[in-house]
């Protein structure tokens, strides 16, 4: 099994930041492209960033020059850098990463995960 584990929500003041992380574990051969996602109450989930395994990134326009995607290969790890945090930014945030996973024996195959979910809430 994997498990995506977040971390690093919370409540802060328009303006001030916060860092989210998220680790995958598990039986993991390789993880491709690393994203979080955001959705607020009754919305669709959307894209806030996405960063490829090359480290290749790319961001939502309401977040573009705020947020900054990064991973650490070595530790299976995405990040996301918040900074100037505003009170629309607050709703459940989600780690999403591509993973290859079985063995030679049982196949292997590319699976989309999730994460549990981290809330952060802005005040103003």
């Known amino acids: 099994q994997v498990q995506l584990v977040e971390s690093g929500g919370g409540l802060v003041q328009a303006g001030g930041s916060l860092r989210l992380s998220c680790a995958a574990s598990?039986?993991?051969?390789?993880?491709?492209?690393m994203a979080w996602y955001r959705q607020a109450p009754g919305k669709q989930r959307e894209l806030v960033a996405r960063?490829?395994?090359?480290?290749?990134?790319n961001y939502a326009d309401s977040v573009k020059g705020r947020f900054t995607i990064s991973r650490d290969n070595a530790k299976n790890t995405v990040y996301l850098q918040m900074n100037s945090l505003k009170p629309e930014d607050t709703v459940l945030y989600y780690c999403?990463?591509?993973?290859?996973?079985?063995?030679?024996?049982?196949?292997?195959?590319?699976?989309?995960?999730w994460g549990q979910g981290t809330q952060v809430t802005v005040s103003s």
């Open positions: 960063i490829s395994s090359a480290g290749i990134t």
């Open positions: 598990g039986n993991i051969l390789r993880i491709n492209a």
């Open positions: 999403n990463a591509e993973i290859l996973t079985g063995t030679l024996r049982t196949g292997v195959q590319w699976n989309d995960y």
